[in-house]
């Protein structure tokens, strides 16, 4: 064996590879790409979310709840969004585990009239345009508090105090409203403000919260007592007004009564009139024995002759008082029976 054979002997033999190793590597690769790609082109949207697709960080659609497919990343991104919900913001004051902690830089403010006053508010409100919330806003909540507390300040600032904590709270409550949605637009935030509420406005504590207090109790008693006074009102003027028209039907049936009343009695004295041209003496002599038999119903009835010396008179009580007893016999005799 000669140096170089010896050389090549004495040098260390590289392994041998096992078949087709390479190929298993290459289908190796290429199904953990193909998991890959599959794990970042399915997503799943929860109920109160929305999903935005970003194609090469570009806005181009959104996806509501359920399951969805998108191109792979890089190419498509998802970005989720608690849109679906109502979400509140505290003004003045900020609630930790239940307890209430004042925030005084933003509830206390300036009335019209020169007086300070303690606002604490909660805004209710949730995602209304996802491009615009993503790309023109950048933390909603500071927002939402610096918004609400210029919007509050600039309606207040307006307004004396005495208005604002008692008749006008309502109003000052949508103004302010009304100044916040003027702000989103403005910016075009992508926010829609439900609703704002006024939890408190009062003037600090102290001697002045009192006085205010006591100015505000005196009104609610007054609306109260206005609004009793109102309700017997209107219930005692549709009673009135009933009992009023049973006055004026009434009064009306009197006097219709009393029209076909005379006008019977017109009736009757033309009839008499009538009868009174035609045979005068008849007609008077008539009306003077109805008359007295009106006015004198026990009057016993004697129709006499002044002539002569010896008085005839007819008897026309007992000849009338015979006819009735005649008459009342042939009644009740029975059928049949015959004189003997």
Known sequence: MDEQQYERAQMPQMPQLPKNLGRKIAIGIIVLVVLVLGSTSFYTVQEQEKAAILTFGKYTSTSDAGLHLKLPYPIQQVVKVQANITQRIEIGYRENNGQIVAVEDEALMITGDEN??????????RVGDMEAFLYNIEDPEVFLVNSASAAIRSVIGSQPLDYVITDGKTVVQTQVKEKLDELNEKYNTGIFIQDLKFQDIEPPEGEVQEAFRDVTNAREEKNTKV??????????????????????????????????????????????????????????????????????????????????????????????????????????????????
């Open 116 to 125: 300070i006053v303690s606002a604490d508010a909660v805004v209710e409100w």
């Open 227 to 340: 609004n009793n006074a109102r309700k017997y009102e209107n219930d005692r003027i549709p009673k009135a007004r009933g009992e009023a028209q049973a006055l004026i039907e009434q009064a009306e049936a009197e006097k219709e009564s009393r029209i076909l009343n005379a006008r019977g009695d017109v009736a009757k004295f033309n009839a008499l009139y009538e009868a009174y041209k035609n045979n005068p003496q008849v007609t008077e002599s008539r009306l003077i024995i109805e008359t007295l038999e009106t006015i004198l119903p026990n009057a016993r009835i004697f129709v006499t002759d002044g002539s002569g010396d010896t008085v005839k008179y007819l008897p026309l009580n007992e000849l009338m008082n015979t006819r009735s007893s005649s008459s009342s016999e042939s009644t009740t005799q029975p059928r049949g029976s015959g004189a003997q």
